[in-house]
């Protein structure tokens, strides 16, 4: 992965302009999103939660003759619905240790701290990095019995190009009989969906041009944030929901440290996020082209998401 300098340099300078989504999350953005989680927009979290309450008992029973069961999370935030997950297997008496992933340091010490104070006996060892240099580590390299959590419907940030290459990748550092949980936002009612992107407090308009914020904090960047706006929308025939934040006039913005300047017209657009949906096929698609053996799809009862389960043969 390339340094945020690097990585926003290259996509300012290309056309159409864009940042990643993987900048979002400074301190300021990690409490943004939590934030966001609650909004009554927002019913991604709530309909994965209820998932997991309903199929704890499912999702583990594949594991009922291993002594210890270790779960590893990729982009692990605030732990919230891996709780559900905790407690199933706490009244059931079974061994855990739990390896939370996330490029966050600030989001993985509140998580791993927090954890700590409510399950006192956890076996926890957090892993500040990306995804797959955690998987290739010394510490889950040889670790077997995993079940590996890609929840929150993060595959939907990745492209159409960048989505089956990442399963392709997974599939090729973990052991035969491990685990996956993927959590899928369905495709449903369009408003509904653009909503949870346009909530009517703003909270999800800060989450974006915060962005801005950071990189003037951290890359010596002079962006003003009132000559800039939030603007998500939806596209039924890609199945996404993207997120650009638009220039509201014609502009100039320089980045001191890089002595670097770019010229922004009026109505010019940054794309920094793209949230994508799924039926059925997309999900039984993408686990068979990586080689994975689909076990389950734990569906919301509307259905507004699924919990796919997967298997390495």
């Given amino acids: ?79 919230k619905k891996t709780r ?24 993985l010490d509140k998580l791993c701290n927090a954890l700590k104070t409510e399950y006192q006996n956890m076996n926890i060892l957090g892993l500040q990095t990306d995804y797959f240099s955690a998987l290739k580590s010394d510490a889950l390299n040889k670790t077997e019995n995993k079940l590996v959590l890609f929840l929150g419907s993060n595959v939907g940030n990745l492209s159409d190009q960048e989505a089956p290459a990442f399963f392709t990748e997974l599939f090729s550092v973990l052991k035969s009989g491990d685990k996956v949980l993927i959590g899928f936002d369905r495709v449903k009612d369009p408003e509904v969906i653009l909503a949870a992107y346009n909530d009517a407090a703003g909270v999800t308009r800060d989450f974006n041009l915060n962005l801005l914020n950071r990189l003037n904090k951290e890359l010596g960047a002079d962006f003003n944030l009132q000559a800039w706006e939030h ?4 596209s039924v025939e890609r199945k996404a929901a993207l997120s650009f934040i638009v220039s509201k006039e014609d502009q100039y913005v320089n980045f001191s440290l890089q002595n670097k300047t770019f010229h922004f017209q009026k109505g010019e657009r940054i794309h920094t996020e793209i949230s994508r949906k799924f039926d059925a096929d997309d999900m039984n698609l993408l686990a068979s082209k990586a080689g994975f053996k689909v076990l389950d799809n734990f569906n919301h009862p509307d259905p507004l998401y699924t919990d796919s389960f997967w298997e390495k043969p």
Avoid: C, H
Wanted: hydrophobic content about 40%; overall charge negative.
């Fill in 231 to 234: 603007q998500p929308e939806y």
């Fill in 1 to 79: 992965m390339l340094p945020i300098v690097e990585d926003v340099i290259n996509g300012l300078s290309a056309n159409p302009k864009r940042i990643s989504s993987r900048w979002f999350y400074d301190s300021v953005g990690d409490k943004l999103f939590q934030d966001i989680m609650e909004l009554p927009e927002y019913y991604l979290t709530r309909a994965e939660y209820s998932v997991l309450e309903l199929n704890a008992k499912d999702i583990f029973a594949p594991f009922a003759r291993d002594k210890q069961i270790n779960i590893v999370e990729l982009g692990a935030g605030d732990g």
């Fill in 84 to 107: 559900v997950l905790f407690d199933y297997l706490i009244s059931e008496n079974r061994a855990f240790k739990y390896f939370p992933i996330d490029i966050s340091q600030n989001a």
